[in-house]
């Protein structure tokens, strides 16, 4: 099972920007999904969980301003980050609960995506 995120990059302050994350591989459903990051304090900070069913949650720092979405049928998260802050520029992690075909369950991390906000 992999995980794939994509979609960061330099925004201007109060822009918008798109991260996607796709699961491929040995894959029989996906539960729970969540995004990351770590910021150059090297915290890890968990932003926003969607579940297989459509329910959302997210951290006081990014809430109002980012939505977590996914696509079932494309194994597909997406973070739509939109009026950006310079506290918003980190490594962006996205982390999916995967149920194999043999029925083992874990959770996967992908490789991360570096978002920067200008000033």
């Known amino acids: 099972v992999q995980l794939q995120a994509s979609g960061g990059g330099l925004v201007q302050v109060g822009g918008s920007l798109r991260l996607s994350c796709t699961a491929s591989?040995?894959?029989?459903?996906?539960?729970?999904m969540a995004w990351e990051r770590q910021g150059p304090d090297n915290k890890r900070e968990l932003l926003a969980t969607i579940t297989s069913g459509g329910e959302t949650d997210y951290a006081d720092s990014v809430k109002g301003r980012f939505t977590i979405s996914r696509d079932n049928a494309k194994n597909t998260m997406y973070l739509q980050m939109n009026n950006v802050k310079p506290e918003d520029t980190a490594v962006y992690y996205c982390k999916a609960d995967i149920v194999n075909h043999l029925s083992v369950g874990m959770y996967y991390w992908g490789e991360g995506t570096q978002v920067t906000v200008s000033s």
């Open positions: 591989g040995n894959i029989a459903s996906i539960d729970d």
